[in-house]
Antibody, heavy 127, light 108 residues
């Protein structure tokens, strides 16, 4: 059973860069797995930030694309989020989440839903 | 971009009653692309239903999903105390790849 755990600074200064890491334990970290970041703030509900495939291929939410980089370290079984030029509007609980895949004929496609999720990490942007 | 609108915003019911939660998409979506989550206070969301009507592993059969086109429904047949939570629908598409509804709070 896959388990995910977020880590990183809980306080970031305005205009700085938010950096979080998600450590994955159990289960597979190889092909047929996508890894996402989702955030939740009172004002905007749940917002998908972006995802990375095991190969390193990324897809980002267009609303955040200019400020987001997601990377993966397969050897450490970790994936990371960097969000630059943060403002108070980026204050939120950040979750990492797994998306599985369905394979047929050697090709895998995302199942399109999140599970499991990490417990979340509350990040505040403030000076 | 697909926009998901959930209603009602808050639903007040009692244990043992039936709950019906709605999720409306701004344009027609595939049944395979619609999922539901439950979020209890202080916890991460957890998957309940995927592909409109498929219960996730370990989810009780009092939870059911239905719908097509632009209108989708999550039904909880007989509410248990632990079911009082916030529920979100989610779409899997192109750009952005994932979108969520704003949530329905189910309260006693």
């Amino acid at each position: 059973q896959v388990q995910l755990q977020e880590s990183g600074p809980r306080l970031v200064k305005p205009s700085g860069t938010l950096s979080l890491t998600c450590t994955v334990s159990g289960g597979s970290f190889g092909p047929n797995n996508w890894w996402s970041w989702v955030r939740q703030s009172p004002g905007k509900g749940l917002e998908w930030i972006g995802e990375i495939y095991h190969s390193g291929s990324t897809t980002y939410n267009p609303s955040l694309k200019s400020r987001v980089v997601i990377s993966v370290d397969k050897f450490k079984r970790q994936f990371s989020l960097r969000l630059s030029s943060v403002t108070a509007a980026d204050t939120a609980t950040y979750y990492c989440a797994h998306v599985g895949g369905s394979c047929s004929g050697g090709r895998c496609n995302s199942v399109g839903w999140f599970g499991p999720w990490g417990q979340g990490i509350r990040v505040i942007v403030s000076s | 971009e697909i926009v998901l609108t959930q209603s009602p915003g808050t639903l007040s019911l009692s244990p043992g009653q039936r709950a019906t939660l709605s999720c409306r998409a701004s344009q027609s979506v595939s049944r395979t692309s619609l999922a539901w989550y439950q979020q209890r206070p202080g916890q991460a969301p957890r998957i309940l239903i995927n592909g409109t009507s498929m219960r996730a592993t370990g989810i009780p059969d009092r939870f059911s999903g239905s719908g097509s086109g632009t209108d989708f429904t999550l039904t909880i047949s007989r509410l248990e105390p632990e079911d009082f939570a916030v529920y979100y629908c989610q779409h899997f598409g192109d750009s952005p790849r994932f979108t969520f509804g704003q949530g329905t709070k189910l309260e006693i």
